[in-house]
């Protein structure tokens, strides 16, 4: 499974960007996807995920703001991100979760907030 990851750049604060993640397989109605962001000096920490058939779930920290939703068709899964801030600039990773516990990452796009 490859993973690629595309659409970060340079947003000011309040600005909207759309990240996407790319899967080289159909994999998105079995796996489970992810969004994950490092900023630095800091560890990863996940921002929101979608099972394979279930609810989305989101991070405290950008509830209400964030969107994941996917293409299946197109084998990929969106970050729709509203209302960003300065504290959202960090490298931001897809993953995904095999049936059997494989998790693979694609490579990060950096998404950076500031006016």
């Known amino acids: 499974v490859q993973l690629q990851a595309s659409g970060g750049g340079l947003v000011q604060p309040g600005g909207s960007l759309r990240l996407s993640c790319a899967a080289s397989?159909?994999?998105?109605?079995?796996?489970?996807m992810g969004w994950y962001r490092q900023a630095p000096g800091k560890q990863r920490e996940w921002v929101a995920g979608?099972?394979?058939?279930?609810?989305?779930n989101y991070a405290d920290s950008v509830k209400g703001r964030f969107t994941i939703y996917r293409d299946n068709a197109k084998n990929t899964v969106y970050l729709q991100m509203n209302s960003l801030r300065p504290e959202d600039t960090a490298v931001y990773y897809c993953?995904?979760?095999?049936?059997?516990?494989?998790?693979?990452w694609g490579q990060g796009t950096q998404v950076t907030v500031s006016s």
């Open positions: 397989g159909s994999i998105l109605s079995t796996n489970a």
């Open positions: 993953n995904t979760l095999t049936p059997r516990g494989v998790m693979y």
């Open positions: 979608m099972p394979s058939g279930g609810t989305t």
